[in-house]
């Protein structure tokens, strides 16, 4: 039972069951049947008048009284019959009674001994609760655990709710970190905790466009020196080549930079697009450049995604495996409501110790690869954030034939 609504509800029930409970055993308690002390001295002065009408009762004068030749039957109360004996004999009253309980039958009865060998059958007065009182106890506490099931199951509801609320807005931050605004309404706590949360969110997205400036700056002011270190390496001689490939890789890298800042920012507006045209168009660009890239099959499917962002994180995926993987082969798939897009190179792939490493901003498999393959380790910092950003996810795996396998995987626009 990890669920705080769970430990809360069985909480106040297990409280408020256990109260009530308690109180109604004490009422049980004190009005329940009473002592035999207190049963048996009214049966104890019925027993001393009708033994003295008995004793003087006049003939042809009719009182109902119950005489017998032995004692009624069922089952001695030894402790009622000694209480109602002590009390006659400290009454005066010179007899022997038997108290019994009848099976079958609720209350008592008091067989009293006369001199003549005759006995008095005189019934005993059933004081205790009424049988039906249990089922009546039963249904009081039936209703007792429902009204607090109920009033448990609304009051942690009310509990919870900030915590509810929080829940609900951290699994609504956007691609850029920011929470979504939330209504300011309910109780004081739910208003303070929405108050908290939207103060939150405007210092997240004040500190994330601060943060996105500042590189986007850094990579503009990064230019100005590059500018004038090309200038300069224009009028050496020796290893000019070497300083104006330095330089068009620190541009790339700036450049990346800036590309990378702006994904977060500007962001276009979602809309079905369709993935076979996409895919095809982007396949036709890249062989117009020289990329080796084929297609297997493409099926008819759209996904939900801004057009130009796709098109980018897309594009960044088969540049990376026509350049680094020799050439690709590209593949669209629908199935079960999904859009699969596959990416296969015949590249010697990634260790699988760097798999997960692939995805980081200037990650690069083998450094020394920097000279001979142009680019800033961006390309697949940049598609994840997009892909990701418009609900898809992608994956890497190493082929068993050898080079690297890139799944992309969108839900499908019905």
């Known amino acids: 039972m990890n669920s705080l609504r769970r430990r809360l509800i069985v909480l106040l029930v297990v409280s408020i069951v256990g109260v009530v409970g308690l109180a109604t055993a004490a009422a049980i308690s004190v009005l329940g049947e009473p002592s035999p002390e207190l049963t048996m001295g009214p049966v104890a002065r019925q027993v001393q008048l009708t033994v003295q009408l008995v004793a003087g009762r006049m003939p042809g004068v009719n009182i109902p009284i119950d005489l017998r030749d032995h ?45 003549d060998n005759r006995w008095v059958i005189v019934d005993v007065p059933d004081f205790g609760p009424p049988r039906r009182g249990w089922f009546v106890l039963a249904g009081w506490i039936t209703l007792i655990v429902l009204g607090a099931t109920a009033v ?12 509810e609320m929080i829940e609900a807005a951290v699994t609504k931050i956007g691609s ?21 949360l939207n ?15 500042l590189v986007a700056a850094a990579g503009h002011d990064l230019r100005t020196p590059m500018t004038r270190m090309r200038l300069r390496a224009e009028f ?22 800036i590309r990378l800042v702006r994904e977060e920012v500007d962001q276009d507006a979602v809309e079905p697009v369709d993935l076979e045209k996409l895919v095809g168009d982007i396949e036709a660009e890249m062989t117009s ?18 057009a130009l962002g796709l098109r980018r994180a897309l ?49 690069r498999v083998d450094p020394g690869r920097w000279q001979s393959i142009p680019g800033a380790g961006l390309g697949l910092a940049i598609a994840r954030e997009i892909i990701e950003r418009y609900g898809g996810t992608i994956t890497l795996e190493n082929r068993a034939g050898g080079g690297l396998s890139q799944k992309v995987v969108f839900d499908a626009v019905s």
């Open 71 to 115: 004692p009624a039957g069922g089952v001695e109360d030894r402790k009622h019959t000694r209480v109602l004996n002590d009390i006659l004999h400290r009454d005066g009253v010179n007899v022997s009674a038997v108290v019994s309980r009848m099976e079958g039958k609720p209350g008592m009865v008091a067989s009293v001994g006369l001199p």
């Open 289 to 306: 450049l020289g990329h080796a890239v084929s297609i297997e099959h493409l099926d008819k499917v759209s996904v939900r995604a801004g």
């Open 176 to 196: 850029d970190g920011v929470l979504a605004a939330l209504p300011e309404e309910g109780s004081a706590e739910v208003k303070a905790t929405a108050r908290a």
């Open 199 to 213: 103060q939150l969110s405007t210092r997240l997205k004040t500190a994330m466009e601060s943060r996105m400036r």
């Open 152 to 163: 448990s199951v609304y009051f942690t509801a009310v509990l919870i709710r900030p915590l």
């Open 236 to 257: 050496l001689d020796d290893e000019r080549d070497k300083w104006l490939h330095d330089l068009d890789e620190l541009d790339r890298i700036a450049d990346s930079a």
């Open 315 to 363: 594009r960044n995926l088969i540049v990376n495996a026509a350049t680094h993987g020799k050439g690709c082969s590209v593949a669209l798939s629908a199935a079960e409501g999904h859009a699969v897009l596959t990416i296969v190179d015949r590249g010697p792939g990634i260790p699988p110790e760097l798999l997960n490493k692939a995805f980081e901003p200037f990650f």
